[in-house]
C-alpha cells in the first residue's frame, strides 16, 4: 500500500490550509446558529418605546392616556432644560416626548382633539411613527365612548381595556430562517466547506501523482496500474470519510441532541451523499488543474458559485423564479432542498421529498465523475 500511504503523506503536508477552513467553517456555523437561534421568534410580539412624558391636565383622561401608554412602554420624566432633552433624543434615551396640557380633558370633552397634544421626535423616525399611532389609536376609542355619553372616567377605563386586547397572530407559512434549530444552521453550509476541502485535498494529491518525472517513475515500477490506481480510489474515499467523520464528530460535540433525531440522521446522510459528489467534482476539476494555484481558483470557483447558485448562502425563498430553475441544475441546490424538506420531517414515511434530492445528488456525483474519466481519457489520447 505505498501509494496509499504516500497519498496520505502529501494530504499531512498540505493540512495546515485544510484545517484554517475547518476551523473557520465550526467557528461561523456555531456563531450562525446561535444568533439566528436567539433572533427566531416562534410568535409575533410588540415593541416597547421608550416615551418622555408630562402629564399636566388633572384630568380623568389625562390619567387614563398616561396609563395606557405605561402599559407597553418605558415611561419616564422629561429633562428640564431643553439641551438635556436634545441630548436625551439625539442619543436614542428616548424615542418620543409628550406633553399633556392642563386642559387636555376640558378640551377633548368639547371635541376639540387636533393639535391639543405637544408631541415631539426625531424627524423620520419610525419609533416615533408608532408612538403617535398607538395615541391616535387610543384617542379614537376614547372619543367614541364619549360621543355615546359615557363619563370621562368611563371612557377612559372602557378605551383602556379595548386597546389592551391583543390580536392573536398566526403564521400562514413558516419561513425557513424563523425557529430553525442550531443544527439546521450546521449542515446548511456544509457544500461549500466539502468543495473546498475535496477539491484542494484530493486535487493537491493527484496533481503530485500527475507531475511528469513521478508519473513516469510510477510507470516503470514493478506495481500495476491497476493497484496504483485502485489505492490512489482509496486514498481519496479515505480522505472522504475522514472529512466526513471530522464534521459528524463536531456535530455531536456542538448539537448533541439535533445528531440524536430523525432531522439528525437525515442530515447526516444528507452530508454523506453529498461528500461523495464533492468528491466526484474534486476529480473532475483535477483534470483541467495543472498547478494548485489553478487549483485554488477552481476551488473558489466551484466552492463559491455552487454555494451561492444553489441557495448555501442565499435563501433559496430570497431567489427569483430564473434563478432557482438555473439552481436545479447544481448539486447544492438539491442538498440544500433537502437540508429544509428534513426540518419537516415527523416521521421516516415523509421523506419522500428528501429522497428524491438524495437521488438528485447521486446523479450529479455519476455525471461528475463520468465527466472526469471522459476528460482524463481525451487527455490520454492525446499524449
Do not use: H
Amino acid at each position: 500500500m505505498q501509494v496509499f500511504k504516500a497519498f496520505f503523506r502529501i494530504v499531512n503536508k498540505n493540512k495546515m490550509p485544510l484545517f484554517m477552513y475547518i476551523v473557520i467553517y465550526l467557528a461561523l456555523t456555531l456563531i450562525i446558529g446561535s444568533v439566528m437561534e436567539e433572533n427566531s421568534q416562534a410568535e409575533f410580539s410588540g415593541v416597547s418605546l421608550d416615551i418622555g412624558l408630562e402629564n399636566q391636565d388633572q384630568g380623568s383622561l389625562g390619567r387614563g392616556l398616561e396609563e395606557y401608554l405605561g402599559t407597553q412602554n418605558q415611561i419616564s420624566s422629561v429633562p428640564e432644560e431643553k439641551e438635556d432633552l436634545q441630548d436625551a433624543m439625539y442619543y436614542g434615551e428616548l424615542d418620543y416626548v409628550l406633553v399633556i396640557p392642563e386642559d387636555f380633558t376640558e378640551k377633548f370633552q368639547a371635541g376639540e382633539q387636533e393639535g391639543i397634544l405637544d408631541g415631539r421626535a426625531v424627524p423620520g423616525s419610525s419609533s416615533a411613527y408608532l408612538a403617535e399611532q398607538e395615541i391616535t389609536g387610543y384617542l379614537r376609542s376614547l372619543s367614541m365612548y364619549l360621543k355615546a355619553g359615557c363619563s370621562a372616567k368611563e371612557a377612559a377605563s372602557w378605551a383602556l381595556a379595548d386597546m389592551g386586547r391583543k390580536a392573536e397572530v398566526e403564521f400562514l407559512e413558516e419561513g425557513e430562517g424563523q425557529g430553525m434549530p442550531r443544527g439546521f444552521y450546521y449542515f446548511q453550509y456544509i457544500p461549500y466547506v466539502f468543495l473546498i476541502l475535496m477539491i484542494l485535498g484530493v486535487g493537491g494529491c493527484m496533481n503530485t501523482f500527475k507531475e511528469k518525472d513521478l508519473a513516469a517513475r510510477n510507470k516503470c515500477s514493478s506495481m500495476s496500474f491497476l493497484s496504483q490506481n485502485l489505492q490512489i480510489f482509496l486514498g481519496c474515499a479515505a480522505y472522504m470519510l475522514a472529512v466526513y467523520g471530522i464534521f459528524m464528530g463536531m456535530a455531536c460535540l456542538s448539537v448533541r441532541d439535533y445528531m440524536f433525531s430523525l432531522q439528525g440522521a437525515f442530515n447526516a446522510a444528507n452530508a454523506f451523499l453529498f461528500g461523495i459528489c464533492s468528491l466526484s467534482v474534486a476529480w473532475f476539476t483535477v483534470q483541467f488543474a495543472q498547478n494548485s494555484q489553478m487549483l485554488t481558483v477552481m476551488s473558489n470557483v466551484f466552492g463559491l458559485g455552487f454555494s451561492f447558485l444553489g441557495g448555501v448562502f442565499v435563501s433559496l425563498d430570497l431567489m427569483g423564479e430564473g434563478a432557482r430553475k438555473m439552481a436545479k441544475f447544481v448539486p447544492s441546490y438539491w442538498y440544500v432542498a433537502a437540508n429544509e424538506e428534513i426540518q419537516k420531517l415527523e416521521t421516516f414515511a415523509d421523506g419522500g421529498k428528501v429522497f428524491q434530492s438524495f437521488g438528485m445528488v447521486l446523479v450529479f456525483s455519476l455525471a461528475f465523475f463520468s465527466a472526469g474519466l471522459l476528460v482524463g481519457r481525451m487527455k490520454v489520447k492525446e499524449r
